[in-house]
Nanobody, 124 residues
Framework: QVQLVESGGRLVQTGGSLRLSCSAS????????MGWFRQTPGKERESVAV????????YYTDSVKGRFTISRDNGKSTVFLQMNGLKPEDTAVYYC?????????????????WGQGTQVTVSS
């Protein structure tokens, strides 16, 4: 069982930056594809960014390309989401997730473990 703990969410003004972190309890963290998702009330959970086990390959949803960067430190079992140029529409609860399957996994149904979420609020 992999435990994931997110941190870094808070209230920020439009145009500001945040760095989310997700720490994993699993020593074999490097085996997992890691993803960041977000969800707002009444909407489905959305894939924001995904990174493969090596960190060499990434995926971003169109709305965050050029603004968000996903990265990982396998030695510290941590995945990050650097968010720049934040907009009010980025307001959501952000979740990190781990998938056992290799490759870029974009669907929430392909992920095996989830964190509890961290709230990001961008004021206009």
């Amino acid at each position: 069982q992999v435990q994931l703990v997110e941190s870094g969410g808070r209230l920020v003004q439009t145009g500001g930056s945040l760095r989310l972190s997700c720490s994993a309890s699993e020593r074999t963290f490097s085996r997992y594809t890691m993803g960041w998702f977000r969800q707002t009330p009444g909407k489905e959970r959305e894939s924001v960014a995904v990174i493969d086990w090596s960190g060499d390959t990434t995926y971003y949803t169109d709305s965050v390309k050029g603004r968000f960067t996903i990265s990982r430190d396998n030695g510290k079992s941590t995945v990050f989401l650097q968010m720049n140029g934040l907009k009010p529409e980025d307001t959501a609860v952000y979740y990190c997730a781990a998938a056992k399957k290799y490759g870029l996994r974009k669907s929430e149904y392909e992920y095996d473990y989830w964190g509890q979420g961290t709230q990001v609020t961008v004021s206009s």
